[in-house]
């Protein structure tokens, strides 16, 4: 599995909804974009957590619907996502059209500067400001402003949570627990135009995580989410075209290629805080102990990761543009991991343990995503 560049700026997930603006023919001030759409007043964006186009190019039995849209005459060639490739900070690249070093959503964890403390970017804090974490406008709100009714539809939960207001704010939010109550949605929100209207589903991630991408629940809960887009496509109205992508995609990491760092405690000499999650390692470090730490991470893990320094990173454009708040968020020392390897902290993180199915590393396998026109 290769390390995959992100393509910022030019086909990536944050660049979907300038390509969804400039195909309404609206000017909602976005970056422009490289991927093409068809020209059309409304549109439906459908993002599947955990789709990764080289998952989604493998089982086309399980999935012939979106299959065919990958490989059919309207097919186009994968985006990346940003780094990490992880949940909270592509959905906010989706939504905000910014890259991950300006948004400032880099990782599932990462410190909340001036603290020890770490910000979980899914669950999210009550003494952490979601406008001060994210300040700047969403390419939701943008387009709202710019008279394009913009509804997210997700489940009730989400309304007003932290990840939502960071990443979506602007549009209207419309909740909805179950898959025929999102649809529905969907129809009602795309009787309006212009319009555009972003659809979540959870379900495959979920089901990834717990069971693994190899196993059957898995395909089995592929095969529903490919009826689900095959039936949206089905209730919406021709005139409608939906846009099916996703956040990343999964690989599992069997018992045999992880590392728990509390087996390890040279590891863990000279760090403050170990954030990220299991596949990419924030490692927060004490003052003038970034050289030791990035050696002993090195020594230890050889070649089963990629062990750099927080200017090492940026400097190979990982989180694009970088905005001086967002910098300290960023570990001073990496951990990206390679092949199916993933680094553990059973004391710390211990529900990452009982997990098969992982991502957020720069993998082929946890970058490319499709980019399905229907």
Same mark, same amino acid.
């Given at each position: 599995?290769?390390?995959?560049?992100?393509?910022?700026?030019?086909?990536?997930?944050?660049?979907?909804?300038?390509?969804?603006?400039?195909?309404?023919?609206?000017?909602?001030?976005?970056?422009?974009?490289?991927?093409?759409?068809?020209?059309?007043?409304?549109?439906?964006?459908?993002?599947?957590?955990?789709?990764?186009?080289?998952?989604?190019?493998?089982?086309?039995?399980?999935? &012939?619907? $979106?299959?065919? /849209?990958?490989? @059919?005459?309207?097919?186009?060639?994968?985006?990346?996502? #940003? +780094?990490? =490739? *992880?949940?909270?900070?592509?959905?906010?690249?989706?939504?905000?059209?910014?890259?991950?070093?300006?948004?400032?959503?880099?990782?599932?964890?990462?410190?909340?500067?001036?603290?020890?403390?770490?910000?979980?970017?899914?669950?999210?804090?009550?003494?952490?400001?979601?406008?001060?974490?994210?300040?700047?406008?969403?390419?939701?709100?943008?387009?709202?402003?710019?008279?394009?009714?913009?509804?997210?539809?997700?489940?009730?939960?989400?309304?007003?949570?932290?990840?939502?207001?960071?990443?979506?704010?602007?549009?209207?939010?419309?909740?909805?627990?179950?898959?025929?109550?999102?649809?529905?949605?969907?129809?009602?929100?795309?009787?309006?135009? &212009?319009? $555009?209207?972003? /659809?979540?589903? @959870?379900?495959?991630?979920?089901?990834?995580?717990?069971? #693994? +991408?190899? =196993? *059957?629940?898995?395909?089995?809960?592929?095969?529903?989410?490919?009826?689900?887009?095959?039936?949206?496509?089905?209730?919406?109205?021709?005139?409608?075209?939906?846009?099916?992508?996703?956040?990343?995609?999964?690989?599992?990491?069997?018992?045999?290629?992880?590392?728990?760092?509390?087996?390890?405690?040279?590891?863990?000499?000279?760090?403050?805080?170990?954030?990220?999650?299991?596949?990419?390692?924030?490692?927060?470090?004490?003052?003038?102990?970034?050289?030791?730490?990035?050696?002993?991470?090195?020594?230890?893990?050889?070649?089963?990761?990629?062990?750099?320094?927080?200017?090492?990173?940026?400097?190979?454009?990982?989180?694009?543009?970088?905005? &001086?708040?967002?910098?300290?968020?960023?570990?001073?020392?990496?951990?990206?991991?390679?092949?199916?390897?993933? +680094?553990? =902290? *059973?004391?710390?993180?211990?529900?990452?343990?009982?997990?098969?199915?992982?991502?957020?590393?720069?993998?082929?396998?946890?970058?490319?995503?499709?980019?399905?026109?229907?």
């Amino acid at each position: 599995m290769t390390f995959v560049q992100p393509a910022y700026e030019d086909r990536s997930l944050g660049d979907v909804l300038p390509a969804v603006a400039r195909a309404l023919g609206v000017d909602a001030g976005l970056a422009p974009s490289s991927i093409e759409l068809p020209e059309a007043q409304k549109y439906v964006v459908l993002l599947v957590d955990g789709l990764g186009y080289e998952l989604l190019r493998d089982h086309e039995d399980q999935a &012939p619907f $979106l299959h065919d /849209l990958l490989t @059919g005459p309207n097919g186009q060639a994968p985006a990346t996502v #940003g +780094v990490p =490739s *992880t949940t909270a900070t592509s959905l906010t690249s989706l939504g905000t059209a910014l890259t991950p070093g300006t948004h400032g959503l880099v990782g599932f964890t990462s410190r909340i500067p001036g603290t020890d403390d770490l910000l979980n970017a899914l669950t999210w804090s009550p003494s952490v400001d979601p406008h001060e974490w994210q300040p700047h406008p969403t390419a939701l709100g943008r387009l709202a402003a710019a008279g394009v009714h913009t509804t997210v539809v997700n489940k009730r939960q989400f309304a007003g949570s932290g990840l939502t207001v960071a990443g979506q704010r602007g549009a209207e939010f419309v909740g909805a627990d179950l898959v025929g109550e999102r649809m529905a949605a969907a129809v009602a929100a795309s009787a309006h135009g &212009p319009s $555009l209207t972003y /659809l979540y589903d @959870g379900d495959l991630d979920f089901t990834g995580h717990r069971h #693994g +991408v190899a =196993s *059957t629940s898995w395909q089995l809960q592929l095969a529903m989410i490919d009826a689900e887009a095959e039936q949206l496509r089905e209730a919406l109205p021709g005139d409608v075209r939906i846009v099916v992508v996703a956040d990343h995609g999964m690989v599992d990491s069997p018992a045999s290629a992880r590392l728990d760092v509390d087996d390890h405690p040279e590891l863990l000499a000279g760090v403050a805080v170990l954030g990220g999650e299991a596949r990419f390692r924030h490692v927060y470090c004490r003052g003038g102990a970034v050289d030791d730490v990035l050696a002993a991470w090195r020594s230890v893990l050889g070649d089963r990761a990629e062990v750099l320094t927080r200017d090492d990173a940026v400097s190979r454009g990982w989180f694009g543009t970088l905005t &001086p708040g967002v910098r300290p968020r960023l570990g001073d020392v990496m951990v990206a991991s390679r092949d199916d390897f993933s +680094v553990m =902290s *059973t004391s710390g993180f211990p529900y990452e343990a009982r997990l098969i199915g992982l991502h957020g590393s720069l993998t082929s396998a946890e970058m490319l995503i499709p980019v399905l026109v229907g």
